[in-house]
């Protein structure tokens, strides 16, 4: 239940991000300069801490320091894959720092779920990064689910990104 409504949070936050980067698109396009950098201004004051629970910046730093908690919301926060601008960035930077943590076996399944969603949806920037941090939490169910994919399915990208996935786990 907690994660339920972290991710209808991180969603929020992220349609809200969306909505003030929109209107800063929009007012750069008028003539009313001061509407533009007031839009601008509230979007940059706003991003750190619409972007992460708790504000991006101080989360990154955390998730260097291997913080449990903090491991756990990036984790909910890829399951949620929020779409704003620069969205993709951020879930690269979660992964990169997601492979150099220290992992508990639930969070190893989080991400076993979150990566194999991602092969069944491929939205995003982050492919590299996923495929990186799936050697970190590669067991043999997890390649038998990325074999069971490349097997059923009928989607080519779904397939091209197992078959990526799969050539770096046994590589």
């Known amino acids: 239940m907690i994660n339920k409504k972290l991710i209808e949070s991180i969603i929020k936050n992220a349609a809200e991000l969306t ?11 008028g003539s009313d300069r001061q509407a533009w950098e007031k839009a601008a201004q509230d979007f940059h004051h706003h ?7 708790g504000g991006l910046k101080e989360a990154l ?11 756990e919301v990036a984790i909910v926060y890829l399951e949620a894959d929020p779409y704003f601008h620069r969205s993709g960035y951020i879930k690269q930077q ?24 991602f092969i069944q949806q491929g939205r995003g920037r ?27 399915t009928k989607e080519a990208g779904t397939s091209r990104r197992a078959k990526n996935m799969l050539a770096i786990l046994l590589g």
């Open 126 to 152: 982050q492919e590299h990064e996923y495929n990186r941090l799936a050697k970190k939490i590669k067991t043999p169910a997890f390649i038998e689910s990325l074999q069971e994919i490349v097997r059923t």
């Open 61 to 71: 730093n955390l998730l260097k320091q291997n913080d449990p908690a903090t491991i």
């Open 94 to 117: 979660i992964a990169r720092l997601l492979k150099q943590s220290i992992l508990s076996e639930q969070n190893i399944l989080q991400i076993q779920a979150v990566l194999l969603q």
């Open 47 to 53: 991003y750190n801490r619409l972007a992460f629970p």
């Open 19 to 29: 909505q003030k980067h929109i209107l800063v698109k929009e007012t750069a396009q």
